[in-house]
Nanobody, 117 residues
Framework: QVQLVESGGGLVQAGGSLRLSCAAS????????MAWYRQAPGKQRELVAA???????NYAASVKGRFTISRDNAKNTVYLQMNSLKPEDTAVYYC???????????WGQGTQVTVSS
């Protein structure tokens, strides 16, 4: 099993920044990718950003140029730096880890991000 614990959410004004952290523990060997998803009220969960074990990244079009995903392998931690935040970024943000090829197998409990206008 893999445990994922997110932190760093909160309330911020539009234009501000937040950094989310996701610490992984447990059977973290063979994790091949980690990602951040978000879910706003009344909407489906969507992929925000992902990073592979090789360091390749991809982003949702809505956050490209504003958000940066990174990882610290020594700390088994993935980060999401969020700049120029907009009210539409308000959501619960979830960290996810993948060992297979078809989807993310492990999920954190989520952290709330609220951006006020």
């Amino acid at each position: 099993q893999v445990q994922l614990v997110e932190s760093g959410g909160g309330l911020v004004q539009a234009g501000g920044s937040l950094r989310l952290s996701c610490a992984a523990s447990g059977s973290i060997f063979s994790i091949n990718a980690m990602a951040w998803y978000r879910q706003a009220p009344g909407k489906q969960r969507e992929l925000v950003a992902a990073i592979t074990s090789g360091g390749s990244t991809n982003y949702a079009a809505s956050v490209k140029g504003r958000f940066t995903i990174s990882r610290d392998n020594a700390k088994n931690t993935v980060y999401l730096q969020m700049n120029s935040l907009k009210p539409e970024d308000t959501a619960v943000y979830y960290c996810a880890a993948r060992k297979g090829l078809l989807g993310y197998d492990y999920w954190g409990q989520g952290t709330q991000v609220t951006v006020s206008s």
